[in-house]
């Protein structure tokens, strides 16, 4: 890239040099040329988003020192640095765990917050976020820009949540670039779930029929009667007659 080129007013500036001042961690210039080239990798979203570059010619005799002033000029040079999608949207983690009650009759708000970046701009920082099991929680947002937290809800509707059927969930997340749809990340949700109290105990039958002779013993046994609950723990699943 040639910014500048080392002339004076006749057309020559023998003894002329170039200077990039504070930006010559990232840039040189060729003193005679004016010929600015990139000396060190820059990474807009770790470093800066522009430059401004103050260039200055300054004078100097043959024996090298610099010539009395007036003997420079400077100009200030703005350079922008472009965007270029080189970030993937990205868990704060690759594994996340929590506990919480299976989810029966309501929805439930899972008990912590996930967060996820993309330092890139416009559609190269837009990503989805979904899971595995889009009918069992709800993601909000669902699509994002930048850096986001999000939000977890298990839904009543959904089945993964039943601790008697699991007393264990493992739910993969997904973000996926709008811009790039390679640009991927997952991470891993790990759900234990507690037990809830939510069933009844259940009769093997809603009417039982006897016929009882008269004149039977004290003691005599006249029907069986049984009933079950579903949940798990003792806490819930054991059920008595009275």
Known sequence: MKLLQLTDVLGRLDNGRLHLGNAELFFDIDPETGMVTIVREIDRERDTTFFILEITAQEYFE?????????????????????????????????YEIEMNEVADFDVSMPFDIFVFDMDLGDNGTYTIESDYPDDIRIVPAEAFGNVTLQLTALSSGTIFDYEATQEVTVTLTTTEKADPSHISTATLIVTLNDDNDHVPQFQQSVYTVQVEENVQKGHSLVNISATDDDLSDNFGNASLR
Not at 77 to 88: K, P
């Open 63 to 95: 024996n090298g020192t610099i010539a009395p002033s007036p003997s420079n000029s400077s100009t200030l040079t703005n350079l922008n640095i472009a965007d270029d999608n080189d970030n993937t949207p990205s868990f704060s983690k690759s594994t």
